[in-house]
């Protein structure tokens, strides 16, 4: 494997997963904090409560030897509501642990948007349902990008934009009619296009030397047969799910095809004159890739389906598991390494930007044994066949600079709290028991130490 000398293996994070801490030092609520959670499972309240172990974290990553820790701001915490107004003891937060990385060596990557907002944006004016928000988030961005100038040199604008628009529970979207939701919900996804773009353009005036790009979720579409219509069903999906918000990072605009698809079903957002100025006045920097696993799609003649969970739904299009992988408790779309070469490949011919894997794990339900003790092998297993597809478009001379796993502890997951975990460091507490968030190293903590000690040579 030929890994660049300066390869920037790393693990992820975000804010809301994992620090808790919900409502102190000024912080405001957040979307995630205030949105419904079943019985039995955990919040946000206390998380990991990285908030107080952020030092003994920050450690654990130095003993890990990462290079980079790719993590999240909680936007409540810096900028609590709709005054705008920072609030100091959240910026004194990040600052400690800015800087303690640093001294660590550990360059952060950071997440400015990742599922939540501040609570009190949704209260005043909608959240992203209004353009108010797009001003709303670019000064919360100017804050940042002012206050780390020279500390923070790599952002990224929004995670995972495609599920940020749509999950109901973090983007604003509870509304009943399914027509009126999902056209909400372009036009919530068409702002926050808007505010990247505003933040693309703030950080070059703030500080042209640090990067910044959207991380996306990278949703690897194969057809489920070799009949043409599965396989343009399976272009089509791709297209909706993938690069038509892409292309709006990059290009600013919607693909012939999406906009086509999104006109003739009456969902294009309304715009404003400004708008095409504000979107190709500037581009990324960098593309995130998110990967757990590939999908399938079959062709479906059926009316289109607005009353689906995800926007994404296709008039005639089923997405469905590829048989021919093998599934598990949490991973029931089964694992493909393939995919995650595959998928990069064709951002990398669409839009000619270096790439950074932001995110990549495997979820399985996890408990301490005797000896206090997890013996994760499936999960060695797993990373281990991702890296290697990673190596090989390194090899090839695809422009990869970093590889960070999802995720670098147990956190609370994006909603189903923490009977599923991804970590390389376990925290012992339960969905319903949070004692003392004592943390652990997997055996898989030790491999990937290991990994990055040889620089991939030994995987
Ligand atoms: C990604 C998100 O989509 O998937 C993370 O960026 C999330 O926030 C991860 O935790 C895994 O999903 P889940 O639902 O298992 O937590």
Redesign the pocket.
């Known amino acids: 494997m030929l890994f660049p000398k300066n390869f920037f293996w790393g693990a992820?994070t975000?804010a809301f997963?994992i620090e808790g801490a919900y409502n102190i030092d000024g912080k405001g609520l957040a979307t995630t904090d205030v949105r419904p959670v079943p019985e039995g499972i955990a919040d946000t309240k206390v998380a990991c409560d990285h908030y107080h172990h952020w030092r003994q974290d920050v450690d654990l990553m130095a003993e890990l030897g990462l290079k980079t820790y790719r993590m999240g701001f909680s936007w409540s915490r810096i900028m609590p509501d709709e005054t705008l107004v920072p609030n100091e003891k959240g910026l004194a937060f990040y600052d400690q642990l800015i800087d303690y990385l640093l001294e660590k060596g550990i360059e952060p990557l950071v997440t400015l948007y990742?599922?939540e907002c501040p609570q009190a944006l949704v209260d005043a004016f909608g959240g992203w349902q209004s353009r108010r928000m797009i001003d709303a988030y670019a000064a919360y961005a100017e804050v940042c990008f002012r206050h780390f100038r020279g500390r923070i040199t790599k952002w990224v604008t929004v995670?995972?934009q495609f599920?940020a628009s749509a999950a109901p529970g973090m983007a604003m979207a509870y509304i009943e009619d399914p027509f009126e939701r999902s056209k909400k919900i372009w036009q919530i996804s068409y702002h926050i296009s808007l505010a990247e773009h505003k933040a693309f353009s703030l950080l070059k005036k703030i500080d042209p030397e640090a990067l910044i790009g959207p991380?996306c979720?990278i949703q690897v579409v194969y057809p489920l047969s070799s009949k043409p219509e599965d396989i343009r069903a399976a272009m089509e999906a791709e297209e909706m799910m993938e690069f038509c918000l892409l292309d709006m990072s990059v290009y600013g605009e919607y693909s012939p095809f999406a906009r086509t698809w999104l006109q003739e079903r009456n969902l294009l957002p309304a715009a404003e004159e400004e708008d095409v100025q504000i979107l190709h006045a500037s581009r990324p920097d960098f593309i995130g890739i998110?990967y757990?696993f590939s999908v399938c799609a079959e062709y479906a003649e059926k009316p289109f389906d607005f009353d689906t969970s995800f926007f994404w739904a296709a008039d005639d299009c089923r997405i469905v598991a590829n048989p021919h992988l093998t599934k598990t408790e949490?991973m029931n779309m089964g694992t493909d390494p393939l995919g995650l070469y595959d998928g990069m490949v064709k951002i990398y011919n669409r839009y000619r930007l270096p790439m950074i894997v932001?995110?990549n794990?495997m979820?399985v339900s996890e408990a301490l044994d005797e000896e206090g003790k997890i013996h994760d092998d499936y999960r060695i297993g797993y990373l281990s066949d991702h890296i290697r597809q990673v190596g090989r478009l390194c090899e090839e001379g695809y422009p990869v600079f970093g590889y960070c796993p999802?995720?670098f502890m147990d956190?609370?997951?994006?909603?189903?709290g923490f009977a599923?975990r991804?970590g390389l460091v376990f925290i012992d507490r339960t969905d319903t028991d949070v004692k003392e968030c004592q943390r652990y190293k997997k055996d898989s903590f030790e491999w990937y130490r290991k990994v990055i000690e040889t620089n991939g040579e030994e995987l």
């Open positions: 992820s975000s997963q990742h599922f995670n995972e599920i991380v979720s998110n757990y949490w932001t995110e794990g979820a999802w995720s956190v609370l997951s994006s909603h189903q599923k991804y």
